[in-house]
């Protein structure tokens, strides 16, 4: 008897799923191809619809800014290869939305008829269509680890100026061992480990550990600069 394969939700920390499919741009195999890169994969309900013709735009318009960050667009719906190739070129030849026109899209976008690459990431939620895929988002790091996820209903666009300060974000993490407050861009303060013992967090709380702003014990922050953030991004 044939039974459904049921799929556990991917989590943050854990390898991406990995998968083969046809694109836009040719085969892929992913997350293998993009070793060494960011990656974001992202779905979208499907194809020839406004709120994903917006999204689109903006993505292809904003590649070059998450190239120069390491990172990789690789899209998704579950429509099919023609489908794909048909609304991308209405995308280039006949939209113009708030600026943006003639905008190709260079990214590749995920055949998925089978729905197989979106059942593997929950980008079907029944709650929502059982048809579609919602407007999920993957931040997937060089070593082919989910860092990061957002979903999105069918009817929200990204904010993209979002997407892109998690990519920033995340770097900056790694590459500082620091975490990030709320709302963090480059150039804010920074928030340093918290302190590991008894002695560490007194000279805290007592100024002797140089340049760090402590407001308790557990919450300490210190300068970094727009400077030095921006030129350790997009690195390896």
């Avoid at 290869?81 to 190709?104: C, F, P, Q």
């Avoid at 269509?129 to 929200?156: H, Q």
Wanted: glycine share 8%; with cysteine.
């Amino acid at each position: 008897m044939e039974t459904n394969q049921i799929y556990s939700m991917p989590r943050i920390g854990e390898k991406a799923p990995s998968f083969k499919a046809i694109t836009t741009q040719g085969e892929i195999n992913f997350p293998e191809d993009y070793a060494g890169k960011w990656a974001i994969l992202f779905s979208h309900p499907a194809d020839f619809t406004p709120v994903c013709t917006s999204e689109f735009m903006t993505f292809a318009t904003m590649n070059k800014e998450f190239e120069d960050l390491n990172c990789q667009l690789v899209g998704l719906s579950v429509d099919g290869l023609y489908s794909h190739i048909a609304w991308l070129r209405t995308i280039k030849d006949k939209i113009e939305y708030k600026g943006m026109k003639n905008v190709e899209v260079t990214f590749p976008l995920i055949e998925d008829i089978t729905m197989e690459v979106a059942n593997k990431y929950g980008m079907v939620q029944p709650g929502e269509s059982n048809t579609k895929a919602v407007r999920a988002v993957f931040f997937i790091d060089p070593k082919g680890m989910i860092r990061a996820m957002i979903y999105y209903p069918l009817s929200l666009g990204r904010n993209f100026d979002e997407l892109k300060r998690v990519v920033i974000g995340l770097q900056t993490a790694d590459n500082f061992n620091v975490s990030l407050p709320a709302d963090w861009r480059p150039g804010d303060d920074v928030i340093v480990p918290t302190a590991g013992s008894c002695g560490t967090a007194k000279d805290r709380m007592e100024g002797k550990e140089e340049g760090v702003t402590c407001y308790d014990w557990f919450f300490c922050t210190k300068k970094l600069s727009k400077e030095k953030v921006e030129a350790s991004l997009g690195k390896k």
